[in-house]
């Protein structure tokens, strides 16, 4: 069965810093890979996702991450983080019929 | 964009009670998910539904669960006799065959 290790439970970044937040998973087989955001009281909304090709991939507002099979790791990036990235971030690994196991989440506060 | 609409947004209902989430999968998604969120935990799989039929449960989704897809458009999970610990975010999701899964904002139980 896959699972989803996100490590650091919050991280506190000043605004215009750099965000790196980590994900491992253990999956047999090639993983298919997602980052959901979460804002308060909201619902989770797709980052990005890796199913197969270029190791580094774009997400939608200016995140990025990178699938390393060596390291089992997909760390999502941003190089500026703005005051709306506060929120809470969860790594997904999903099977072949796209049933999700998610991580426990990393909550991201951003300082001025 | 397209997206998935779920109702109520928040219910609160006594212990016993029947309660019904409904959603609204995007329109050519062929696979559809519920999900549940206890607050302060993961994010987790209840079930999988596709050509009117379960695909998967999960050990969560017990006889007190169901779902139903009752016309072309509508997806309703309906726990028989709730209980306090039933008290969640439960998010419904659909995807097409071989894609991404898309979330909806959530329906949040309480259960007093």
């Known amino acids: 069965a896959q699972s989803v290790t996100q490590p650091d439970i919050h991280i506190t970044v000043s605004e215009g810093a750099s965000l790196e937040l980590r994900c491992n998973y253990s999956?047999?087989?090639?993983?298919?890979l997602f980052w959901y955001v979460q804002s308060p009281g909201q619902g989770l909304q797709l980052l990005l996702k890796?199913?197969?090709?270029?190791?580094l991939v774009q997400g939608i507002k200016g995140f990025e991450a990178e699938f390393k099979r060596s390291q089992s790791s997909f760390n999502l990036r941003k190089p500026s983080v703005h005051w709306s990235d506060a929120a809470e971030y969860f790594c997904?690994?999903?099977?072949?019929?796209?049933?999700?196991?998610f991580g426990a989440g990393t909550t991201v506060t951003v300082r001025a | 964009e397209p997206e998935v609409t779920q109702t109520p947004s928040h219910q609160v209902t006594q212990m016993g009670q029947e309660v019904i989430l409904r959603c609204v999968p995007i329109?050519?998604?062929?696979?559809f998910y519920w999900y549940r969120q206890i607050l302060g935990q993961k994010v987790e799989f209840l079930v999988s539904?596709?050509?009117?039929?379960?695909?998967?449960k999960s050990e969560i989704f017990d006889d007190q669960f169901s779902v139903e897809r009752p016309d072309g458009s509508n997806f309703t999970l309906k726990i028989r006799s709730t209980k306090l610990e039933d008290s969640a975010m439960y998010f419904c999701?659909?995807?097409?065959?071989?894609?991404?899964?898309?979330f909806g904002e959530g329906s949040w139980l309480t259960v007093v």
């Open positions: 999701a659909s995807s097409e065959l071989g894609n991404t899964i898309y």
């Open positions: 999956y047999g087989a090639t993983p298919y």
């Open positions: 890796y199913f197969s090709g270029d190791t």
């Open positions: 997904a690994v999903g099977e072949d019929d796209y049933k999700l196991s």
């Open positions: 329109s050519n998604h062929l696979y």
């Open positions: 539904f596709y050509n009117n039929e379960i695909s998967e």
